[in-house]
């Protein structure tokens, strides 16, 4: 299945690139290199590289929910760098405690630049997304860096629940949906609702708006979930089975887990051994993770969290060509081969 | 030289330690667990541990500036909640990036709890401060956050600044000024102007107290960078010459450096030079040091810092009590034998 990218990426990107440049520049020199190099705009040199930077899903989000708010989009702009800078923050901080020495295709910024460089230039961006906000006068710009605060707060929170899932083998379920709500549902609450909240709406709009981006969130991951197992390489840039190599207990391994009975027990021997996998084994334990239950199930979630995204979206009264673009930007996040 | 313990120290604590617990609390059990650890509350295992948690000089002062501003200590509460949480992030982090395995005679956090505990908590912490802050209604919190979130940004260029000096031979007194204004300063001038925010203070009441904080922890650091050479180890917990041990470019070695000569050469030979030096190196470097007027600058440097804090208060209209307790705070922050 090909998707088309919808016109709200490209706007959005129009919109939020020169913007994200400008704020990225406030930085001093040395973390702006590792930020700007985080980003796809320059090699580990400094210099300028061709590239689109990525989608901006997240700003292109914060710019629809001003409209949606019947603000111009460009409202929402405070709220489109400030996730974005949110989003880096924590990708530049995972990627080190994570050890993932690569990201689409190049080399992560710590393995660069050093942990302290990953360390510091992620602390900067925090710290910045909440200037980018309150330097909106008024209540607008201090009701969003005070959601913005909470949605930091589960950030965090689900990242340090991913940590220490890794060495618990009775993770339940409802555990690992929490984890991962924090860890992408909260971002994308916040993206979906702070440029409405610059632009003065309601709370229930604005709740509306929240409750969309964190379904979506939640959809999202959990389609990543069946990629990171059954997923196409060239849809993903991630091998097959990838996720059960590296033992991962996404929500499709903890659903087998949970199912019980002697395929439960062969998988939980498995998460546990040592050392590297045959392919024969990952075949094998792929199998057994379906034959549980675990690709259903999961595949029935996330059209579940799909249809309540689409649901809060519909339940508030916004203009109707911001429902049909948000509409359009949630099958774009999660219409991914599966 | 004995110093007294101000009143103003001792009314912190009693005010700011409840405050602190309560809002360490709403942290994830995990991060929860790191802080109280990292703060001197519980030990590795959780268990609560005997013990005072530090002098407090931040939160006090914080308390002192609304006080300062005419207002009731209590309305600073915030403030100093928020900067003594801000200075936690930022120990977790540097302990970690300066590879530091002990502090005040425990284990770092990192050591115990793993880098992903410290950069994970460090992040919770810095998100809290400015959520503490936020939920001050109306615009004395805003102003307050916004004043923070430049502060952490200083601090944050400060330690980036401190670990690119390491591999420089160059790096120049006004340099080294400046990055130890972000790494001491910056905080401080927060922790003396904060309350003063909250309290609705006019901006030159404000910067006055910021001016303060900012010469103040200038002074405090040079004072500290000449017991880490000269000190007595009884008074700053530390063995004599350890930062020559440490090859740390800490002011004195670089006044001694910018000097020239053979003194100079000599020195950066010492600096670039790798393995463990023997006492008799580090005492005739020290030797050296003095005698490039590295210890008699560093300490007339010091004296102009701590009168131009004293002056800073001054030249502000404030209660007399309210002054007469932040000069004693300055006095008992300087008055350290050196």
């Given at each position: 299945m090909t998707t088309t990218v919808p016109e709200a990426i490209?706007?959005?990107?129009?919109?939020?690139?020169p913007a994200l440049r400008a704020t990225v520049d406030r930085l001093h020199p040395r973390l702006r290199h590792?930020?700007?190099y985080h980003r796809g705009w320059v090699d580990a040199a400094g210099e300028p590289v061709p590239g689109n930077g990525g989608k901006l899903v997240r700003p292109a989000l914060a710019l629809l929910s001003a409209e949606a708010a019947g603000a111009p989009a460009e409202v929402g702009l405070p709220a489109a760098?400030?996730?974005?800078?949110?989003?880096d923050f924590s990708l530049l901080h995972d990627d080190l405690m994570d050890g993932d020495?690569?990201?689409r295709h190049r080399a992560t910024a710590w393995t660069v630049f050093g942990a302290d460089g990953a360390i510091l230039a992620g602390d900067a961006l925090l710290g910045l997304a909440t200037q980018v906000l309150?330097?909106?006068?008024?209540?607008?710009?201090?009701?969003?860096?005070?959601?913005?605060?909470?949605?930091v707060q589960d950030l965090v929170r689900g990242q340090a629940e991913d940590l220490l899932f890794e060495s618990r083998s009775d993770v339940s379920v409802a555990e690992t949906l929490h984890m991962e709500d924090g860890k992408t549902g909260a971002l994308l609450a916040c993206s979906a609702s702070l440029g409405a909240v610059l632009a003065g709406a309601p709370d229930e709009v604005v709740d509306g708006l929240a409750e969309y981006g964190s379904r979506l969130g939640t959809a999202f991951q959990l389609i990543d979930d069946l990629l990171g197992i059954w997923g196409d390489p060239a849809v993903t840039g991630k091998?097959?089975?990838?996720?059960l190599r590296s033992r991962k207990k996404s929500v499709p391994v903890v659903v087998a887990l949970e199912a019980g009975g002697d395929d439960a027990d062969e998988l939980r021997a498995f998460l546990t051994e040592e050392?590297?996998?045959?392919?024969?084994d990952l075949h094998r334990i792929a199998a057994l993770v379906e034959r549980a239950g675990g690709r259903d199930w999961t595949t029935a979630e996330a059209d579940r969290q799909l249809k309540a995204c689409e649901n809060a979206l519909r339940s508030i009264s916004i203009p109707a060509s911001a429902e049909a673009e948000l509409l359009a930007m949630a099958r774009f996040v999660t219409e991914r081969d599966r």
């Amino acid at each position: 299945m090909t998707t088309t990218v919808p016109e709200a990426i490209e706007r959005g990107r129009a919109l939020a690139v020169p913007a994200l440049r400008a704020t990225v520049d406030r930085l001093h020199p040395r973390l702006r290199h590792v930020v700007a190099y985080h980003r796809g705009w320059v090699d580990a040199a400094g210099e300028p590289v061709p590239g689109n930077g990525g989608k901006l899903v997240r700003p292109a989000l914060a710019l629809l929910s001003a409209e949606a708010a019947g603000a111009p989009a460009e409202v929402g702009l405070p709220a489109a760098v400030a996730v974005e800078l949110v989003h880096d923050f924590s990708l530049l901080h995972d990627d080190l405690m994570d050890g993932d020495r690569e990201r689409r295709h190049r080399a992560t910024a710590w393995t660069v630049f050093g942990a302290d460089g990953a360390i510091l230039a992620g602390d900067a961006l925090l710290g910045l997304a909440t200037q980018v906000l309150l330097e909106v006068e008024g209540e607008p710009g201090r009701r969003a860096a005070v959601i913005l605060g909470a949605g930091v707060q589960d950030l965090v929170r689900g990242q340090a629940e991913d940590l220490l899932f890794e060495s618990r083998s009775d993770v339940s379920v409802a555990e690992t949906l929490h984890m991962e709500d924090g860890k992408t549902g909260a971002l994308l609450a916040c993206s979906a609702s702070l440029g409405a909240v610059l632009a003065g709406a309601p709370d229930e709009v604005v709740d509306g708006l929240a409750e969309y981006g964190s379904r979506l969130g939640t959809a999202f991951q959990l389609i990543d979930d069946l990629l990171g197992i059954w997923g196409d390489p060239a849809v993903t840039g991630k091998p097959v089975l990838n996720d059960l190599r590296s033992r991962k207990k996404s929500v499709p391994v903890v659903v087998a887990l949970e199912a019980g009975g002697d395929d439960a027990d062969e998988l939980r021997a498995f998460l546990t051994e040592e050392g590297e996998a045959s392919e024969d084994d990952l075949h094998r334990i792929a199998a057994l993770v379906e034959r549980a239950g675990g690709r259903d199930w999961t595949t029935a979630e996330a059209d579940r969290q799909l249809k309540a995204c689409e649901n809060a979206l519909r339940s508030i009264s916004i203009p109707a060509s911001a429902e049909a673009e948000l509409l359009a930007m949630a099958r774009f996040v999660t219409e991914r081969d599966r």
